[in-house]
T-cell receptor
Framework: DQQVKQNSPSLSVQEGRISILNCDYTNSMFDYFLWYKKYPAEGPTFLISISSIKDKNEDGRFTVFLNKSAKHLSLHIVPSQPGDSAVYFCAASDTDKLIFGTGTRLQVFP | DAGVIQSPRHEVTEMGQEVTLRCKPISGHDYLFWYRQTMMRGLELLIYFNNNVPIDDSGMPEDRFSAKMPNASFSTLKIQPSEPRDSAVYFC?????????????FGSGTRLTVV
């Protein structure tokens, strides 16, 4: 009964290319979506968010797209850099708590 | 501010023993969350507090798990008795509110291994 799903456990991208990480959710009442980035032996850190009233939010190299009808969001990283190699978690807000997905491990190679 | 502080960083214990994980949230943050990270389920919410009061503990897997927040600067997550399937990384996070433009601030986690 995973409400937030990241179906790709891993992704490998060449430096300079675009990385696209995907996330699906089941609850149409979610009103805010976030992406977190996690390096080994560290806690997740907030990366970017989007409200359900928007379909796009951009912050530098990072853009999040929201498709409410499909209950799908994606994170685009352009251009990808080796320092972007990490685990990325998608999260959705449910009242006053966040529901996280299982994560996608991104590896950016030279 | 030193951020969210968790201790210990690593814990190895034998099955059946009691384990206590500790968390100091960021000063002024009203919300505290305990998450568990596993490969299968990702980051799973166990319990959260608002102003030291437990609000939702529906994610606590069994009665073996308990959490307390005796004051605004300290929380514990206890497992008694521990089992090998409890092995995971446990994260504490705090937040100043529920407006999600804040996001949460996570601690560095406690890696628990039960043998």
């Amino acid at each position: 009964d995973q409400q937030v799903k990241q179906n790709s456990p891993s992704l490998s991208v060449q430096e300079g290319r675009i990385s696209i990480l995907n996330c699906d959710y089941t609850n149409s009442m979610f009103d805010y979506f976030l992406w977190y980035k996690k390096y080994p032996a560290e806690g997740p850190t907030f990366l970017i968010s989007i409200s359900s009233i928007k379909d796009k939010n951009e912050d530098g190299r990072f853009t999040v797209f929201l498709n409410k009808s499909a209950k799908h969001l994606s994170l685009h990283i352009v251009p990808s850099q080796p320092g972007d190699s990490a685990v990325y978690f998608c999260a959705a807000s449910d009242t006053d708590k966040l529901i996280f997905g299982t994560g996608t491990r991104l590896q950016v190679f030279p | 501010d030193a951020g969210v502080i968790q201790s210990p960083r690593h814990e190895v214990t034998e099955m059946g023993q009691e384990v206590t994980l500790r968390c100091k949230p960021i000063s002024g943050h009203d919300y505290l969350f305990w998450y568990r990270q596993t490969m299968m389920r990702g980051l799973e919410l166990l319990i959260y507090f608002n102003n030291n009061v437990p609000i939702d503990d529906s994610g606590m897997p069994e009665d073996r798990f308990s959490a307390k927040m005796p004051n605004a600067s300290f929380s514990t997550l206890k497992i008694q008795p521990s089992e090998p399937r409890d092995s995971a990384v446990y994260f504490c996070a705090s937040s100043p509110g529920t407006a999600f433009n804040y996001g949460y601030t996570f601690g560095s986690g406690t890696r628990l291994t039960v043998v």
